[in-house]
């Protein structure tokens, strides 16, 4: 008897809620409202203030560190979390939305961003046009398109899509063809993940050998594996932009501090930057 891979049975429980979802919500609908949205806020814009740029993710569980610290330990709300994030200093904030592995949502989002005045990505598996929208209609001003588990005709479709609601794209990519892939369709903004889609291992190796082939023109995030101002100045030497982290802030009980600390690293004089 074979079994599905992983991926494949990642992207077939996204696809099943998103057809629970539209059942409620018809495309047509969500596609209306999300284009009756207020404007989104400059994600590209935050990206190049000075220094390495942080974004700080919400999340309240993973399956490799599992439940976090501000909703576990400290009861904290997701719109006193955001709060402390922007008051801490980050470029953005990322609120993941993936129910499958990481018990988000999309209210999250949507509660997170009405408490801040900074842009906000949607952390998700998004494989489909409605979730383009639906994401807009919670108030996402750009989301990841994974290059792994996307065929090129449906990222560059789902892209567009996404531009034309005036919301930023972060290409997701793990390898150096991926990467291509994503320069082709004409991306603005590659992240390189550092951990797996499917297995969830972590390629601490993957943005330094992903980026020496990146334009300088495109915004490089790095994804991934920042635990520290150590590794945060490490990715901006070898070219970050900015850095996505997650456990360097969700692990600790004190959100504000831990944004201080990595905000701090990323402008240093002696943090590289695009500057």
Request: hydrophobic share 45%; net charge negative.
């Amino acid at each position: 008897m074979t079994t599905a891979k992983p991926v494949n049975s990642i992207v077939a429980s996204v696809l099943r809620d998103v057809e629970k979802r539209e059942a409620q919500l018809s495309f047509q609908d969500v596609k209306a409202r999300s284009r009756d949205m207020e404007p989104t806020r400059d994600a590209c814009g935050a990206l190049l203030r000075s220094g390495c740029g942080i974004i700080v993710e919400i999340k309240r569980t993973s399956p490799v560190h599992g439940p976090t610290a501000p909703f576990s330990a400290s009861g904290l709300s997701v719109e006193d979390v955001a709060r402390a994030i922007e008051e801490g200093g980050a470029h953005l904030i990322a609120c993941q939305t993936e129910r499958v592995r990481f018990g988000g949502s999309l209210k999250d989002m949507a509660a997170a961003r009405a408490a801040v005045n900074l842009p906000m990505v949607c952390r998700d598996v998004i494989v489909d046009p409605y979730q383009i929208h639906e994401a807009r209609c919670f108030g996402a001003d750009m989301i990841p398109l994974q290059l792994g588990i996307l065929e090129q005709a449906r990222f560059e479709a789902l892209l567009d899509r996404a531009e034309s609601l005036g919301m930023a794209v972060m290409a997701e990519v793990r390898t150096p063809e991926e990467a291509d892939r994503a320069l082709r369709a004409g991306a603005k903004i590659v992240a390189v993940n550092s951990w797996s889609f499917d297995t969830n291992a972590l390629n601490r190796n993957a943005f330094h050998s992903i980026v020496p082939g990146l334009p300088t023109e495109t915004l490089k995030i790095s994804l991934g594996g920042v635990r520290n101002a150590r590794d945060l100045i490490d990715a901006a030497s070898s070219g970050a932009d900015a850095v996505l982290a997650a456990e360097a802030v969700m692990s600790s009980e004190d959100i504000l501090s831990a944004t201080r600390r990595l905000v701090a690293a990323g402008q240093h004089p002696a943090c590289p930057s695009r500057d």
